[in-house]
């Protein structure tokens, strides 16, 4: 069964301090993975994307890894601030169909603290 | 910011009543979904569209119909709404013209409740 499963399910940190955010999936054939930040009330938007060719890829302070062999990712979140307070989402896509199978985490909700 | 637009926000309904659940894009986008999101749980997809005049179900079984008339909307019916829909309604679109095609756009959701 294609899974996603992401960990930890909440973390709390304080403003300024670095965290790392897991996910690993089960999903094949794979296609790409995605990270999203959904804010409290809001719908999800899109952080970075990974290919299977990339390793590493970074979007101002988040920055996203991939080993496609172990089927890991994580996002590192560097110099916190309280406006990362959020969920966040890994997707990982499949190549089954024309349009892309999705597959959801069900996230990490991360809390920053003042 | 995405160009994707829902109504309304919030709703809060008795068993049986009839609603619908706007969601409009100004993308072009020829791709649109309908996702159920409950708290702590991953999204679900109960319907989709690939553009105009064709609709999909999902993979979450649900007693909502959609309808797509036009590229931009992408309407939700519930002919009879009961508690078990109370739930967080997400609606997305995707398309080549954002230069990714499995690039999602989320509208900011509908949350309804039904007493």
């Known amino acids: 069964k294609n899974q996603v499963e992401q960990s930890p399910q909440s973390l709390i940190i304080l403003e300024g301090k670095n965290c790392t955010l897991q996910c690993n999936y089960t999903v094949s054939p794979f296609s790409n993975l995605r990270w999203y930040k959904q804010d409290t009330g809001r719908g999800p938007v899109s952080l970075t994307i990974?290919?299977?060719?990339?390793n590493t890829k970074s979007n101002g302070r988040y920055t996203a890894t991939l080993d496609a062999d172990t089927k890991q990712s994580s996002l590192h979140i560097t110099a916190s601030q309280l406006s990362d307070s959020a969920s966040y989402i890994c997707?990982?896509?499949?190549?089954?169909?024309?349009?892309?199978?999705?597959?959801f985490g069900r996230g990490t909700q991360l809390t920053v603290w003042p | 910011e995405a160009d994707i637009y829902q109504t309304p926000r919030y709703l809060v309904i008795g068993t049986g009543k009839k609603i619908t659940l706007e969601c409009s894009q100004t993308?072009?986008?020829?791709?649109m979904y309908w996702y159920q999101q409950d708290p702590g749980m991953e999204l679900h997809l109960i319907h989709y569209?690939?553009?105009?005049?064709?609709?999909e179900k999902g993979d979450l079984s649900s007693e909502s119909t959609v309808s797509r008339i036009r590229t931009e909307h992408f309407p939700l019916t519930l002919e009879s709404a009961r508690p078990s829909h109370t739930s967080q309604y997400l609606c997305a679109s995707s398309g080549p013209k954002s230069g990714d095609d499995e690039k999602l756009f989320f509208g900011s959701g509908t949350q309804l409740s039904v007493l």
């Open positions: 569209s690939y553009g105009v005049n064709s609709t």
């Open positions: 993308m072009g986008h020829d791709k």
């Open positions: 990974m290919t299977f060719s990339e």
């Open positions: 997707v990982v896509s499949d190549r089954g169909s024309t349009l892309g199978r999705l597959y």
